[in-house]
């Protein structure tokens, strides 16, 4: 028996073809069920119908469900700097969490085990650094306040997934993805263009699952794409390959030095520095101890491993990692 589908029909399955999001699909299968005319000859394909709209269903489901805006985006930074976690689904950004901090986020070997931002801490020698665990990014769909999160942070750090079987095309989506919601990725050493009309963000690439079959080709083929793009690290999250050297790369990310505070003909404490931007000095390390110190100060003495032992030097001097400054009031 002949289906004689309506003109509404077929409208509407022109519409479920083009449609880009679950909502539009769901949409326009509802109308293609409305609309379909109903005796012998389209019983199979409203039994078709009906499959399809319940695996659609299940699939948005399954998707994080995150506001676009609001507060459920906003993650409070804490420590040293903020470095957000970026990637596709199934990369294995929480395992990394995980296995940098010592946390228990929520790990799953299925996509979209995170469904909203979470903050962790990690530490590196002495300090602490903020890691933001957030839900995959989509190449159809990516969220707007998961996009103003990476505007504000410090740093950004993309995870990959090297058991993928086309790791390198996914970036490329991601970041034309990004692009498009004005966020551009560099690596920490680019000369970032001045008069982009972006928001430019420092990244690391870190390419997990090295211990997979295929990884070590896939990884070869992301130098060889992207080599003069970003600044690559090979990582397990699983067996803790490449993850010490990860840390050190993330403390680069930042742009940080550590500054260490004493007060006269006393010793400094060394596990506790300010953490300060690189370029700062005396005077920026005075205002970070108390914001008074900085009217008042009259002069600091520097100590600098091997260099510096105790030197006179003004409000002006340049600081550098590890610097012991004590300050004279």
């Known amino acids: 028996m002949p289906a004689n589908l309506t003109p509404q029909y077929i ?13 539009e699909k769901i949409k326009a299968l509802e109308e ?15 039994a078709l119908l009906k499959t399809k709209m319940a695996k659609l269903k299940a699939s ?32 294995g950004k929480s395992l990394l969490i995980a296995s940098l901090t010592g946390a228990q986020p929520e790990v799953g070997d299925y ?10 801490m990690m530490k590196y020698e002495n300090i602490k650094i ?9 190449p159809d769909d990516i969220e707007t306040g998961l996009v103003e999160l990476i505007k504000v942070a410090d740093g950004v750090l993309f995870v990959l997934d090297l058991a993928d079987s086309d790791p390198s095309s996914k970036l490329e989506v991601l970041l034309l993805r990004l692009k498009e ?14 008069d ?35 600044n690559f690290v090979s990582v397990s999250a699983l067996r803790g390959d490449g993850l010490e050297e990860l840390k050190k790369l993330v403390f680069g990310l930042l742009d940080i030095i550590r500054v260490y505070s004493k007060a006269p003909g006393k010793k400094a404490d060394l596990n506790d520095p300010f953490a300060l931007k690189k370029g700062s000095s005396v005077n920026d390390a005075a205002r970070a101890v108390h914001k008074d110190f900085v009217e008042k100060l009259k002069y600091a003495r520097i100590w600098r ?25």
Do not use: W
């Open 181 to 194: 919601k004005r966020l551009e990725l560099f690596p920490q050493n680019a000369v970032l263009p001045p």
């Open 11 to 23: 409208e509407a399955e022109r519409k479920f073809r083009t449609a880009k999001t679950y909502q």
């Open 196 to 230: 982009s009309a972006s928001v430019v963000k420092k990244t690391l690439i870190a390419a997990n699952k090295c211990d997979f079959p295929q990884a070590q080709e896939n990884f070869a083929l992301l130098q060889e794409l992207f080599s003069d793009r970003f």
């Open 130 to 138: 903020q890691l933001v665990d957030t839900p995959p990014i989509a």
């Open 60 to 91: 948005a489901q399954a998707r994080p469900v995150v506001a676009r805006h609001g507060p459920s985006f906003h993650i409070e930074k804490t420590g040293a700097g903020q470095v957000v976690l970026v990637g596709p689904a199934n990369a």
């Open 32 to 46: 293609m069920m409305a609309t379909i005319p109903k005796h012998k000859g389209t019983e199979k394909l409203q």
């Open 111 to 120: 996509p979209y085990t995170t469904r909203s931002p979470s903050p962790y």
């Open 305 to 329: 491993t091997n260099i510096l032992q105790g030197q006179m030097v003004n409000r002006d001097f340049a600081l550098e990692d590890e610097d012991i400054v004590e300050l004279h009031i």
